[in-house]
């Protein structure tokens, strides 16, 4: 079964960390890039992070620019995102959405997303 | 960054009618060389994640009905229903991925009138 499920999520107070998994199945994982998307309760899309299949190319969104980052483990078909410095306006379900272009180097659409995870930045 | 609005941000159509959504690029997001239009569109029912619709523009994503259909170039798109069905009550994103950082539309809430 083709699936993405993300986990890790939680409440986590202003200034603190938090590491997000992915667990990949039923496709090549070493073979696409992967990205993290998340959306606050109520609003639009944020597009997070990208990392190419190998893992050799990151890029980052403005507001997460060096306090978040994305990792991934090709024999662990797991994709990582390393949450630091957290801010309120971090809230919002985190969801890792695969690549639609295999062997991508800078990312695509995306054509598989998971349920998503929650994260809650509050004091 | 690129910008992208939609519109309208809801419409209410009535069963079997056509639902017409617009998306707008703040920039070209038609890249020369390839001739392609770097955008997909999303469907996102409540309590679910988004799931995709089209992609380049105009090329339906597998498994995906052929009521959807999406046209536009440059900077000018537009997902169309063409027979608006009851499961098809969601909010509808455009994205763009011209470039970095990738940015998404605000969404349109499509109900049933």
């Known amino acids: 079964q083709v699936q993405l499920v993300e986990s890790g999520g939680g409440v986590v107070q202003p200034g603190g960390s938090l590491r997000l998994s992915c667990a990949a199945s039923?496709?090549?994982?070493?073979?696409?890039?992967m990205h993290w998307v998340r959306q606050a309760p109520g609003k639009g899309l944020e597009w997070v992070a990208f990392?190419?299949?190998?893992?050799?190319?990151?890029y980052y969104g403005d507001s997460v620019e060096g306090r978040f980052t994305i990792s991934r483990d090709n024999s662990k078909n797991t994709l990582y995102l390393q949450m630091n410095s957290l801010r309120p306006e971090d809230t919002a379900v985190y969801y890792c959405?695969?690549?639609?272009?295999?062997?991508?180097?800078?990312?695509?659409?995306?054509?598989?997303w998971g349920r998503g995870t929650l994260v809650a930045v509050s004091s | 960054d690129i910008v992208l609005t939609q519109s309208p941000d809801s419409l209410a159509v009535s069963l079997g009618e056509r639902a017409t959504i617009n998306c707008k690029s703040s920039q070209s997001i038609l890249r020369n060389s390839n001739n392609k239009n770097y955008l997909a569109w999303y469907q996102q029912k409540p309590g679910q994640p988004p799931k995709l619709l089209i992609y380049w523009a105009s090329t339906r994503e597998s498994g995906v009905p052929d009521r959807f259909s999406g046209s536009g170039s440059g900077a000018d798109f537009t997902l169309t229903i063409s027979s608006l069905q009851a499961e098809d009550v969601a909010v509808y994103f455009c994205h763009q991925y011209y470039s970095i950082p990738f940015t998404f539309g605000p969404g349109t809430k499509v109900d049933i009138k």
């Open positions: 039923g496709f090549t994982f070493r073979s696409d890039g």
């Open positions: 959405a695969k690549d639609g272009v295999s062997t991508s180097s800078i990312g695509w659409y995306f054509d598989l």
């Open positions: 990392i190419r299949y190998d893992g050799s190319n990151k």
